[in-house]
């Protein structure tokens, strides 16, 4: 242990309860564009045991990593972060305050509506119909 910022000691390169989300939210992303681990590790230069590692949290995500991920998987880096929780509060990190708590895994039907927005080619569209869900949602 060290000492970090504001005199609190931090364990040096341990994996965290958001580690373990973002790894969460990886495989999920990967499993709705019908992609295998195998497939993935390639695309990043890796083997599958190492997605395995990031996917349970054992293994940290760099943010270099994590932005080729973001670009492989078709998301923005928040996306990898839904879910967030500050253990404090109790409210979501890094969103709205009306942000719903963390999303359970993907129905068969949530995942199908995920692919099918990530093959839509124009990212202007894909984020207008996002807006549009998100609007929906909000009545």
């Known amino acids: 242990m060290k000492l970090g910022c504001r005199g609190l000691l931090v ?4 994996a965290t309860s958001i ?3 973002v790894g969460q939210q990886v495989r999920a992303r990967r499993m709705a564009m019908e992609m295998s681990q195998e497939d993935l590790a390639n695309c ?19 943010a270099g990593r994590l932005f080729e991920l973001a670009r492989i998987l078709q998301v923005g ?4 972060y839904e879910g967030v929780v500050d253990h404090l509060s109790g409210r ?3 969103f709205a305050e009306e942000a719903a708590p963390a999303p359970a895994p993907p129905q ?7 692919n099918a927005l990530a093959r839509i080619p124009n990212p202007q ?3 207008r119909i996002v807006e549009l ?3 929906l949602a909000r009545d």
Request: hydrophobic share 35%; no cysteine; charged share 30%.
């Open 108 to 114: 068969q039907t949530e995942a199908v509506i995920e």
């Open 19 to 21: 580690d373990a989300r």
């Open 133 to 135: 869900v998100l609007e």
């Open 77 to 80: 880096i928040l996306y990898f």
């Open 44 to 62: 990043l230069g890796l083997t599958f045991q190492q997605i395995q590692k990031y996917e349970k949290g054992v293994n940290r995500i760099g």
């Open 92 to 94: 979501p990190l890094g």
């Open 11 to 14: 364990k040096k390169k341990q």
């Open 125 to 127: 569209v894909r984020k």
